[in-house]
C-alpha cells in the first residue's frame, strides 16, 4: 500500500514533520545525572493522597539532584475533566510544599502542559508511523467491538483487536478513502509487528525485574476526535518533555508492553520507571486497597478539616515510602524532609499499609517540633477555615495565644498535647473564660486558702515553696516519697495538694506546666477560679 498516501489521507491539515518538534524540544540542558520528572494527573476534581504520595517522589527524584519536576495535565478524557481541577491539584500540592518548574501556569521551554492543547504533536507522529505502515485506521463501530468481544468469550478467546480479529488491519487504500469520503469516523491503531516471542523486560526499582509477553493488541493511538489515548500521549509527551523517570501508579503496569513497543517504533529513548503501589488498608482481619468509596481518608480534603499539618502528613508519606525513613529521622530529629535520602529501591513494592495511629502519632511528633509562632500561624489557619468561634478567640490577642502555645514548646523534650489542630481546643480552652469549663476540685477548702497567698510575683522556687508549707498546713505531706512510707499519716501529698489547684484552674487533671500556666491566666482569673472552687 501507498502508505505516504494513506498518510496524507489521514491527516491532510498535518505538515509538521517529527524533525520539527524535535528541534522545538531540544533535549534539556542539565547537570549531569539530573532527573526529570513530572506528575501527570488527570482533572478529576478529586485530589487523593495517593496523589501527594506520588507526587513527593517525583519532586524529591528532581529536586535532589538540580533536575526538574513539572505538571502535565492530562485531560485526554473529557468525561474525567472537571472545571477547576487543575487549580484544585495546584493549590493541594501547594499547600503539601510541592511547586512546579514548569506547567502552564508558571512557564516552560516545553509546553503546551496540557495535552488537549498538543494535538498537532501527536497528529505529527501519528501521521509519521501511518507513513512507516506502523499504523491504520480502524473503523469499527461499537457495536463492531461488541460483537467481537462476544464471539472471543464464546471461544474462549483472549480479548482485544489482535491476529484474526483485526477487522481492518487489512482493509485496502481504495477502501480506506471511500470510508473517509462517506465521512465514517476513524481510530487509528498500532500494527502490531509479528513478535518474535522474546518476553519484555521492565526494570522498576520498586518492583524489582518484571518479565511480561510482547505486546500483541493493535491499540488505539488516536481515538475518532484525533486526541490520543493515555498509551501514545504517554510515549510522544514524556520524550518530547525529556521525562527522565515516570513515576505512575502500577496499574499501568500491564499496559507496560505496549509503552515498549511505542517507544521503539517511534525511535525514542525509554525513560525509567518507578510504579507506586496503591496505599492499603486492614480491614477487618485482611488487606485491601484504599478506596475512594470506603475510604474518606483517601480524600486530601479529610486531612485539611481534622487539621494534621501538611508537614506531618508529608512526614508520614515518607514513612511509608521509605522504610528506613524512621531511622533516619530518629538519628536526624530536626533535619529537613529534603535532607532524607530517599530511594525508590526502599519502596514497599506491594503497597504500603495505611495506618491511621500511625499518622497521629508522626503529626504529635512534628506539631511538638513547631515553635510557638509556627503553632500559631498553623492553628489559626485552620481555625478560620473550620471553627470560626475559637479563630476569633486565638487572634483576639495574638501575643496571648503564642504565649499559650509556647508553654512547653522548644526544650529538648517538648510537650505532645496536641495531635492534629481539631484536637487544640479542648486543650487549650480553659486559657479563654469564653471556653473555660469550671470543675469543683477534691479540696476546696486547701483553694480558698491558696487564694490567700498567691503572689504572682514570686519566682518558680518560691511559688513551689508556697504551695508545699500551705499543703503541710492542710496535712499534705510536702515530700512524695516520704508520703509513700507512711501514708496513713497524711492526707495526700504535695502532687494531691498540686492537683486540687490545677482542677480548679484548668478543670482538667493534666496541664502543661502549672506555674507558666498561672502566669499566663494573670493573677486576678488565678484568684477567680480559685476562689470560686
Ligand atoms: N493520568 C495518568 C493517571 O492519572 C498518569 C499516569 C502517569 O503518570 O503516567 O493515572
Redesign the pocket.
Known sequence: MDTARLADLLYPDIMTVPDDWEERYPPRDLPEGARVT?????PTGFVTIGNIL?AMVDEHMAHSGGGVFYLRV?DTDAKRTVDGGVALLTEALRHYGLTFDESDENGGDYGPYSQRARAALYQTYAKELTRRGLAYPCFCTGDDLTAMRAAQEAEKANFGYYGRWTKCRGLTLDEIEDNIKKGLPFVLRIRCPEGDGKPVTLDDPAKGRIEMPANDIDHVLLKSDGIPT?HFA?AVDDHLMRTTH????D??IATYPLHHMLFDMLGFKRPHYIHIAPLMKMDGGSKRKISKRKDPELALSWYAERGYPAAAVREYLMTLLNSNFEDWRRANPSAGLDEFPFSPKKMNAAGALFDIHKLDDVSKNVISRLTASEAYAELTAWAERNDEDFHRLLVRNPEYSRDILSIGRGGAKPRKDITRWDGAKEYLAFFFDELFIPVSPPDREFCGAYAGIYDPADGQDVWFQKIKDLGERFRYCPDVKQYKTDPAGWKGSVADASASLRLALTGRESSPDMYAVMRLLGADRVRERVNRA
Open positions: 513530572r506528575f501527570a494527573p488527570s506520588g492530562e493515555y504517554h515516570v513515576v505512575r501508579g496499574e499501568w
